[in-house]
């Protein structure tokens, strides 16, 4: 999934992240307190005195309860837009973090500009380098890492994210980015929804044109016990999206859908997602890709 997100401690140090999150986000805990994303929940708090200048789509969402514009919250977790940016804002007693999402700058930049191409692990696995036509759902959005690398390197990708805080997230970014020239169309390459990827993917008819060449998976790493080995910004996005149970059945809905392709994102050691072995593996340093072969 590249998105750029700056992590903000205040009065200490500035982290950045990059990563994904699963499919979806049942409860968000934080410091014992829960919020829920299901069609139960409440709306999420945005804070702001500009929203006017919110994009369309989160301005949508406003109108159908997603989100509420209000001009403080007392909650763990709120979104705030400021000087046209939009953020996340995780208060505990241990921390208070600010995140934000940037396509446009950072190491966003770098790796568009440097990153290998169409050789580098994860748009070979993918297989851009002999199907640059062929269309990616990255049906584990998150903070939109691998989406954008990949439509940065001329594929179709359409980004699904259930999570209300996340895709607002992508969405603003998306809309801040697509008016620099350099990115402009790299993100006109990129939609986004808001989505459930299961209920998304059980939609489609397999008949269908529309299915997706590849489906691309990025759950969140197994569970690890916290340790030095472990980098900081990496705790903090596993406090903020949590594991989800549904891998699996996202994985087999997958592989019902794609026409070409499902891959998966791993730790290199990690045991493969669910039961099926995959027909190859591309490898990095850390990680590797199972592609399972439709």
């Known amino acids: 999934m590249v998105g750029v997100a700056q992590l903000v401690e205040p009065q200490t140090v500035t982290l950045v992240v990059e990563g994904s999150s699963p499919f979806t986000h049942p409860i968000f805990d934080l410091s014992k307190t829960s919020y829920m994303t299901n069609a139960q929940s409440t709306t999420f708090p945005i804070v702001t005195h500009e929203a ?13 309860g997603v989100y509420q514009i209000t001009s403080q919250s007392d909650s763990p977790l709120f979104l705030s837009f400021n000087d046209g940016v939009l953020s996340i804002h995780l208060n505990t007693e241990e921390k208070r973090l600010k995140l934000t999402i940037d396509f446009v700058g950072g190491k966003s930049q770098h790796r568009r500009q440097y990153g290998g191409g169409k050789n580098q692990p994860l748009p070979k696995a993918c297989g851009l380098y002999k199907h ?19 439509a940065s390197l001329g594929a179709k990708v359409t980004l699904c994210e259930q999570h209300p805080a996340l895709y607002a997230l992508l969405v603003d970014a998306m809309n801040r980015a697509v008016k620099d020239f350099d990115v402009n169309e790299i993100i006109k390459r990129m939609q986004c929804l808001h989505q459930d990827s299961i209920s998304y993917l059980k ?26 080995k472990i980098k900081k910004d990496m705790q903090v996005l596993q406090s903020l999206v949590g594991h989800s149970v549904e891998e699996i059945r996202l994985f087999e809905t997958a592989l019902k859908v794609a026409k070409q392709r499902v891959v998966v994102k791993r730790p290199k050691s990690a045991p493969v997602l669910g039961a099926n072995s995959p027909s190859y593996t591309v490898s990095s340093v850390n990680t590797r890709y199972d592609v399972y072969v439709i």
């Open 132 to 150: 640059p036509e062929w269309t990616i759902l990255d049906a584990t959005a998150g903070l939109g890492r691998d989406a954008f690398v990949l």
């Open 203 to 228: 939609k489609m008819d397999v008949s269908e044109q529309s299915c997706p060449d590849v489906v691309y998976l990025d759950p969140m790493y197994p569970d690890r016990k916290k340790s030095a």
């Open 52 to 64: 006017a200048s919110l994009c369309a789509d989160i301005k949508n969402l406003i109108d159908s």
